[in-house]
């Protein structure tokens, strides 16, 4: 049987505004399972982002139940069993790119930080930019090193917002197929919201959100678009 990552039940995360309480997510239901590979779709502010960083335990739910009964506790999931790549890249702009890429593995219980960090910015083409920092990356680069930022530590499931918003669409399928190539050889989950049709297309599951609902949860029988 397939371990099943994350459960969430009538999950509900509301914010005070200004002009009110306004609800991002209400009522979402949902279980992710080893292996599998999940877009998120919906227009800008459907709650997409909220629901990721609930997913990653970044934030929690204002009701419902939110859990992780393959992966852990709340407070032992990241940077080592749930891997992060925030919609801006969000590198370290004091440190380089290994270091960016090493910080993971340093930050959790795990060695060889420099050898697993060259060998994650190789699996997106990046190595040779190891030395560099931030500010000399382009978008599309940083992107590549926030996604290798991610694997670092080979967690269970990767949680993307918009990994390929900087890439043109040659760069931003060469940066899924190798994620999703990434997932089938360890097992991990791969969750991306993004806004990209030919990006969800590669994935066996499609959720489309709106006012921070679902519209449709669809299940892929084939991915396509590989290569």
Same mark, same amino acid.
């Given at each position: ?96 790119? +290994? ?5 993971? @593995?340093?930050?959790?219980?795990? #060695? *060889?930080?420099?050898?697993? !960090?060259? /060998? =994650? ?29 991610? +694997? ?5 499931? @990767?949680?993307?917002?918009?990994? #390929? *918003?900087?890439?043109?669409? !040659?760069? /931003? =399928? ?54």
């Amino acid at each position: 049987m397939t371990k099943t990552l994350v459960v969430a039940a009538d999950l509900w995360r509301s914010f005070q505004r200004e002009r009110g309480v306004v609800a991002a997510v209400q009522g979402c239901s949902f279980k992710i399972h080893a292996g599998e590979t999940i877009a998120i779709m919906g227009p800008s502010g459907c709650g997409k982002t909220t629901l990721l960083n609930l997913i990653a335990g970044l934030d929690v739910p204002s009701s419902g139940r939110m859990e992780w009964p393959g992966l852990g506790s709340p407070d032992t999931l990241r940077p080592e069993r749930i891997g992060v790549v925030f919609q801006y890249a969000n590198l370290m702009p004091a440190l380089t790119t +290994i270091e960016n890429v090493e910080l993971p @593995i340093l930050l959790g219980s795990g #060695t *060889g930080a420099k050898a697993r !960090a060259l /060998a =994650a910015l190789a699996i997106f083409g990046v190595e040779i930019l190891a030395s560099k920092l931030p500010e000399q990356l382009s978008g599309g680069q940083a992107e590549r090193v926030a996604v290798a930022r991610a +694997i670092v530590t080979n967690p269970e499931l @990767i949680v993307a917002d918009e990994p #390929t *918003g900087q890439l043109d669409q !040659a760069g /931003a =399928a060469i940066l899924v197929d190798r994620l999703r190539a990434w997932g089938q050889q360890t097992g991990s989950a791969i969750i991306i919201a993004t806004h990209d049709e030919r990006v969800a297309a590669k994935m066996n599951r499609i959720w489309r959100m709106r006012h921070g609902k679902f519209e449709s949860m669809v299940e892929r029988s084939a991915c396509t678009g590989t290569g």
